[in-house]
């Protein structure tokens, strides 16, 4: 499957059953820090819409496979990875994985996200991996396998599917 990583954290359906969101909810709306002190690439791009902001619909975020990540190869969450704690959603392209949370929101209608806001054409709010919708820029069929340089065919939902293609009956 797409992503192999030793992730340790929890269900992010556990924290939302915990706090019970209004019947109106019907996304969650996730926001980073805000530190361009601390955070080099905030600061060279003062005109991007900081702090970075992500959205899912509620049946995405209450899916066993969204994660809160607070660890990774049995340690704490490193500040590159997302500490303390960050979003994994195994099917969707990484952007939509929100690093180092600071605010979580339950909210009624679409959240815009960051990309969208800045590419909505390039970077839509659904964002699942589907090698047949293709990028404006390049083909999605195929991916790079990091260690070995290797193009394998790129997996619906990021082989995932099973699990979570019954939210998306477009696909």
Do not use: C
């Not at 995405?60 to 969204?66: R, Y």
């Not at 209608?109 to 709010?125: A, I, V």
């Not at 293709?134 to 099973?162: A, C, L």
Request: no cysteine.
């Amino acid at each position: 499957m797409g992503d192999d990583l030793p992730w340790t954290g929890f269900q992010l359906s556990k924290l939302i059953e915990k706090v019970v969101p209004k019947p109106e909810a019907k996304f969650v709306r996730f926001e980073t820090f805000n530190r361009p002190d601390q955070a080099p690439g905030m600061a060279k791009t003062p005109h991007y819409p900081w702090p970075y902001h992500e959205g899912l619909r509620l049946d995405e975020a209450m899916n066993p496979l969204t994660l809160v990540a607070t660890g990774i190869y049995g340690k704490p969450l490193p500040k590159q990875h997302g500490a303390p704690i960050r979003l994994v959603v195994p099917w969707k392209y990484g952007y939509k994985s929100i690093k180092s949370i600071v605010k979580i929101e339950f909210v009624k209608k679409q959240p815009t996200t960051f990309w969208e806001t800045l590419l909505p054409d390039e970077y839509p709010f659904w964002s699942n991996v589907n090698p047949k919708v293709p990028h404006p820029r390049w083909s999605q069929m195929t991916e790079r396998i990091i260690d070995t340089g290797d193009r394998v065919k790129t997996q619906p939902f990021n082989g995932y599917g099973s699990y979570v293609a019954t939210m998306y009956p477009a696909a």
